[in-house]
């Protein structure tokens, strides 16, 4: 059975590459692996991790919905169609999406 990955992209930029390890009815469990454009959005990420661990849901959704403006994609490798409408969440080696 072949791997199951996606690369993270804004526009031309490679954000990251995330390989699936499991999954279930609603999220994507996967490996993540920085590109080139990591650097600058993982704050980003750390601001919606960070709202969502100390329960502040307001500062959680804005920080999703600041990720959501910057026109991600998850680019199959191999074939299929982009997925542009999804959440996602990145700590360290580790990304989760849903869509």
Do not use: N
Not at 6 to 31: A, H, I, N, Y
Not at 64 to 72: F, G, K, N, S, V
Not at 73 to 99: D, K, M, N, W, Y
């Amino acid at each position: 059975m072949t791997e199951q990955s996606w690369q993270l992209r804004q526009g031309e930029r490679l954000v990251g590459t995330l390989t699936l390890e499991s999954g279930d009815m609603f999220w994507s469990d996967c490996r993540f692996k920085p590109g080139p454009a990591w650097e600058e959005l993982a704050p980003l990420f750390a601001a919606s991790r960070d709202a969502w661990r100390r329960g502040d849901e307001d500062a959680a959704l804005a920080a999703d919905e600041t990720i959501y403006a910057q026109d991600l994609a998850l680019v199959p490798e191999g074939s299929g169609a982009p997925i542009t409408e999804f959440l996602i969440q990145i700590e360290g080696e580790v990304a989760r999406f849903r869509h």
